[in-house]
């Protein structure tokens, strides 16, 4: 079975400081991965995907980046934080001969 | 564009009532249905979902939903809750895509009074 990790899964940081979130994917060999951001209280909204290695859509321009440097890994990051930053980061992948995406249990910002 | 309406920002049923949470989607094609939940603090997990046929869906935990091409919509159903069934309930549009980009609608908040 596959399964989906997100680390951390809390972080408080200060505005300007800079951002590292991971998420790692297990028994699923080239997943399609992908990064959404929920505003507190809001909907879900995609910002990232990624089909292979190396490669990285951005969907949404948020001061923020995302890297996938192996098979299994999706990085989201920046090198300032702003207050609109804050919010409940969920990394997802996708089984498209199901057309279904899961999603991981996420990483809770808040930006100060 | 493609968009997913939920018009129930916050729906309260009490224990062993039945429920229906409302889903209404704007889309030229036939679309690919889900519905997800989120616990408190948690990330989302899949309810069920709907592609084709039987337009009747069975999805985890005894819940299942209706999807209507003449009305657009894509309704959860519960025959009797439970207080453990409170969450967010988010219905989400895909158009089958390797860009896996999902449209939410806003949510509905249920809560289940004992």
């Known amino acids: 079975a596959q399964t989906i990790h997100q680390w951390p899964v809390a972080e408080i940081k200060a505005v300007g400081s800079p951002l590292s979130l991971g998420c790692t994917i297990k028994?699923?060999?080239?997943?399609?991965l992908y990064w959404y951001w929920q505003a507190t209280g809001g909907t879900l909204q995609q910002l990232f995907y990624?089909?292979?290695?190396?490669?990285v859509e951005s969907v949404v321009q948020l001061n923020l980046s995302a890297s996938r440097p192996k098979d299994d890994q999706f990085i989201l990051s920046t090198e300032k934080l702003l207050l609109s930053h804050s919010g409940f980061y969920l990394c997802?992948?996708?089984?498209?001969?199901?057309?279904?995406?899961?999603f991981g249990a996420g990483t809770r910002l808040s930006v100060l | 564009a493609q968009s997913v309406t939920q018009p129930d920002a916050r729906v309260t049923v009490s224990e062993g009532a039945s429920l229906q949470l409302r889903c209404k989607y704007s889309?030229?094609?036939?679309?690919?249905l889900f519905w997800y939940v989120q616990y408190p603090r948690q990330g989302l997990q899949l309810l069920l979902k709907?592609?084709?046929?039987?337009?009747v869906v069975q999805g985890v935990n005894s819940f299942e939903a209706e999807f209507s091409k003449s009305n657009s919509s894509f309704h959860l159903q519960k025959a009797s809750v439970h207080w453990s069934d409170s969450a967010v309930y988010f219905c989400?549009?895909?158009?089958?895509?390797?860009?896996?980009?999902?449209?939410f609608g806003d949510g509905t908040v249920l809560t289940v009074k004992p």
């Open positions: 989400a549009l895909s158009m089958s895509t390797n860009t896996g980009k999902l449209t």
């Open positions: 709907y592609y084709s046929g039987d337009p």
């Open positions: 028994g699923k060999s080239s997943p399609n």
């Open positions: 889309y030229s094609a036939t679309p690919y």
């Open positions: 997802a992948w996708g089984d498209w001969g199901l057309n279904t995406l899961y």
């Open positions: 990624s089909i292979t290695v190396g490669q």
